[in-house]
């Protein structure tokens, strides 16, 4: 089993070798799918970018068992129901799953950075009691990739 990536700042990357490592899979990049057999059985790991799961529509003609969104909202509940409905198309047929990854603005670049930063002023300046580590995490960053956050992944795919 293969592990395709995308990953903007590396947590998604480095959740994609976790995966592959405790599978006995590999990792690739997804500007690498050409190495990838269409019939293989394939884990997707991608990064979130206004609620859509990046270049996951780039897959359609893979044989994607499940899919890893990786993003910086504490509140995994909250987030899954978004991203079903705003990737619903992409998802049918797959089991979803979602990671905290984290943030660092120093990898951040051009649109992306500029997008964030004015996100991060209005969690700020709405201080809810919500959105505590949200706050924190745009404050101060933060690198939350673990095994425990795809615990449940590991052992949907040991079944």
């Known amino acids: 089993m293969k592990v395709l990536y995308c990953s903007n700042t590396g947590f998604s990357k480095r959740y994609a070798e976790l ?28 990064w979130i970018f206004a609620n859509k799961i990046k270049k996951l529509s780039k897959l359609k003609k893979y044989n994607v068992k499940c899919v890893l969104a990786v993003g910086m909202t504490p509140n995994k509940e909250k987030i899954i129901s978004y991203l079903m409905e705003a990737n619903k198309k992409e998802l049918v047929g797959k089991k979803l799953f979602y990671a905290l990854g984290g943030l660092d603005m120093s990898k951040q670049r051009g649109f992306n950075k500029m997008l964030l930063k004015m996100v991060s002023k209005s969690v700020i300046k709405q201080n809810n009691y919500e ?26 795919l040991k079944n």
């Not at 599978?23 to 997707?44: A, F, H, M, Q, W």
């Open 131 to 156: 959105d505590r580590q949200m706050i924190d995490i745009f404050k101060n960053g933060g690198d939350f990739v673990s095994y425990e956050n795809i615990s449940e992944l590991l052992e949907y």
């Open 19 to 46: 995966i592959a490592k405790e599978i006995g899979g590999e990792s690739v990049d997804i500007s690498l799918k050409s190495r990838v057999s269409k019939k293989e059985e394939i884990v997707y790991v991608g």
